[in-house]
Antibody, heavy 122, light 111 residues
Framework: QVQLQESGPGLLKPSQTLSLTCAIS??????????WNWIRQSPSRGLEWLGR?????????DYAASVKGRITVNPDTSKNQFSLQLKSVTPEDTAVYYC????????????WGQGTLVTVSS | QSVLTQPPSVSGAPGQRVTISCTGS?????????VHWYQRLPGTAPKLLIY???NRPSGVSDRFSGSKSGTSASLAITGLQPEDEADYYC???????????FGGGTKLTVL
């Protein structure tokens, strides 16, 4: 059974960098059939897909236009996890952040992590 | 703000049947992309409930069913139980945006 668990600081000040990790158990971040995603949810923006990484003989990365230029998603094969970095945060980035897996050629997410609340406030 | 439109709330008495609608457009559901549904119980991770319009993952009760037609989809829950009280979200893929898109969520209250 695949399980995902997010971790990282819950409180940031504006202009700081948000850094979260998603620990994977029951699967491998290098699995060539998996796609590893970050999704967030806020009252103002609802559920919003942010970015993904996946391995197909080399690593690929894709990001939502809404955060492109500020976001980086990286795998860590030594710890079997992947990370999210979001630079120059503002209060608009306050949200619950989820990691989730998608299987190649499917368009649904399963499973999801529990989610972690990140608050941006001065 | 959500690309897919859901009613904010629905309610029903135990044992009743409720439906939750999800309306999209020609760039997502209307472009023949599947709809998927998630259930988020209070304090828990979203859980896949229905995939590819009408398929239930192993372990999901057959009281849950889904359908899709054109730019609309719906989730039906029969024999409502108190433990069904949760937030429900629809999701599809949008070819114009090139990303997965979600509904705003529907809070189900079991009266």
């Amino acid at each position: 059974q695949v399980q995902l668990q997010e971790s990282g600081p819950g409180l940031l000040k504006p202009s700081q960098t948000l850094s979260l990790t998603c620990a994977i158990s029951g699967d491998s971040v290098s699995n060539k059939t998996a796609v590893w995603n970050w999704i967030r949810q806020s009252p103002s923006r609802g559920l919003e897909w942010l970015g993904r990484t996946y391995y197909r003989s080399k690593w690929y990365y894709d990001y939502a236009a809404s955060v492109k230029g500020r976001i980086t998603v990286n795998p860590d094969t030594s710890k079997n996890q992947f990370s999210l970095q979001l630079k120059s945060v503002t209060p608009e980035d306050t949200a619950v952040y989820y990691c989730a897996r998608r299987i190649h050629l499917t368009y649904y997410f399963d499973p999801w992590g529990q989610g972690t609340l990140v608050t941006v406030s001065s | 703000q959500s690309v897919l439109t859901q009613p904010p709330s629905v309610s029903g008495a135990p044992g009743q049947r409720v439906t939750i609608s999800c309306t999209g457009s020609s760039s997502n559901m209307g472009a023949d992309y599947d709809v998927h549904w998630y259930q988020r119980l209070p304090g828990t991770a979203p859980k896949l409930l229905i995939y590819k319009n009408s398929n239930r993952p192993s372990g999901v009760s057959d009281r849950f069913s889904g359908s899709k037609s054109g730019t609309s989809a719906s989730l039906a829950i029969t024999g409502l139980q108190p433990e069904d009280e949760a937030d429900y979200y629809c999701q599809s893929y949008d070819t114009s945006l090139g990303i997965a898109v979600f509904g705003g969520g529907t809070k189900l209250t079991v009266l």
